[in-house]
């Protein structure tokens, strides 16, 4: 499916859909629990239903009611494999291996896309030191084996994926445990995500120097009621097209006290030059004089599609550094959005683990989106600072986590130039 973009800026309001690593969270507590929760999720994506379909391949009875999902956890792990059919969601698969090890469950996790190529060491090391074996097929995970409480030890710098994904199965476990976290914490809004939702769910955790105790033999309990706050992923892209608008862009739906990391877009936004300004009925950014930064991708990798599209448009030079991460997701993010702002007429030089964007010049083209949900996204960014229309190629991709940014994209308005 091609999406034709005409060029030029939007501005108008966009109410945005429900946080996807919030979403994941919450549905893993609420399927872990006893009693049954209703889960308020404004709008559900790929990555999101596959968390569905493996919580209830492992027993959960989840139901879809008026824009809600009713969990009913299971009474125990189903006889037999478990198949669980992840799609391309890395948090998916992540957060559920150690926990299928501290159900007890047999279970085949079928990938698709690039997630069989994306790593998963050294968890599956620590998880073959409590007690789980693992084999590959091609695209299939298999895991099989009992985990056992003990002492575990995990980079901080690799995924906070793995270090949430232990925290979420550790507690389950007939003992205390403890984790250890090495070396520097990269992404750790993702990890205070992580921390509240099991402190929704009365679970607890004690942080010490080196990471954390975790005492066993605990029952999840999230409320008979939780709401999905808003994604500053996904908001990224419109507040991005806000600061290329002299009228600007509101956004609605986000949490100012949220933990996501993804909130760094506002002060990145501000640095760059824009006008960000927070109400109690949205965030609104309009432009300012846009100009060159720095950017760290470390904390906030998913931003720099969107980020990178702004800075075509800025005065002076971006550089994006620690960002070798982004190679290894849905595609190889330094190489696709380089291409991709490279087709529509900006200067970007690729580096190893980074980028350089030189502002000015963005004429329109055609874009592939190399079955990436965030460059297909940020190629809208752009096309608001195009002086021609702008073909996006294999736009389905942002079903993954964003199904309706297209109608929520048309549904601003054409800012007329002065």
Known sequence: ???VISPGARTGAVRIPASKSQAHRLLLCAALGKEAVTVYCDGLNADILATVA?????????????????????????????????????????????????????????????????????LLRELVRGGMAFRTEGGKLFCSGKLTPGTYTLPGNISSQYISALLFALPMLPGDSTLTITGVRESEGYIAMTENAL????????????????????????????????DYSSAAFFLCMGA???????????????????????????????????????????RGALRGTVIDAAPVPDLIPALCAL?????????????????????????????MLSSLGAHVEELPDGLVVRGGGLRGGTVSAQRDHRIAMAAA?????????????????????????????????????P
Not at 206 to 230: C, H, N
Not at 257 to 282: C, F, K, N, P, Y
Not at 314 to 328: K, M, P, Q, S
Request: aromatic letters at 6%; proline letters at 4%; charged letters at 25%.
């Open 199 to 230: 402190a929704q769910s009365g679970v607890r955790l004690y942080k010490t120097d080196f990471g954390y105790d975790i005492p066993g033999r605990q029952t999840y309990a999230l409320s008979g009621t939780a709401a999905v706050e808003g």
């Open 1 to 3: 499916m091609n999406f």
């Open 311 to 339: 800075a075509a448009a800025a005065e002076g030079e971006t550089r994006v550094i620690h960002a070798a991460r982004l190679r290894l997701k849905e595609s190889d993010r330094l190489t696709t959005t380089a291409a």
């Open 54 to 122: 493996c919580l209830r391949a492992l027993g959960a009875n989840i139901a879809e009611q008026n824009g809600a999902l009713r969990v009913e956890p299971a009474g125990g792990v189903p006889d037999g494999l478990c198949i669980l059919p992840c799609g391309e969601s890395g948090s998916t698969l992540r957060f559920l291996l150690p926990v299928t090890g501290a159900l007890g469950a047999d279970a085949v996790f079928l990938r698709e896309g690039r997630l069989p190529e994306r790593p998963l060491e050294p």
């Open 381 to 417: 960014v752009a096309a608001c600072a195009c002086t021609g229309t702008v073909t996006v190629e294999g736009w389905e991709c942002t079903n993954k986590s964003y199904p309706r940014f297209r109608e929520d994209f048309n549904a601003l308005k054409r800012e007329e130039t």
């Open 244 to 286: 290329l608008s002299r009228s600007g862009i509101t956004v609605t739906g986000l949490r100012a006290d949220s933990a996501q990391g993804d909130r760094a877009v506002l002060d990145i936004l501000r640095t760059m030059g824009a006008s960000v300004e927070e109400t109690v009925s949205g965030i609104s950014v309009r």
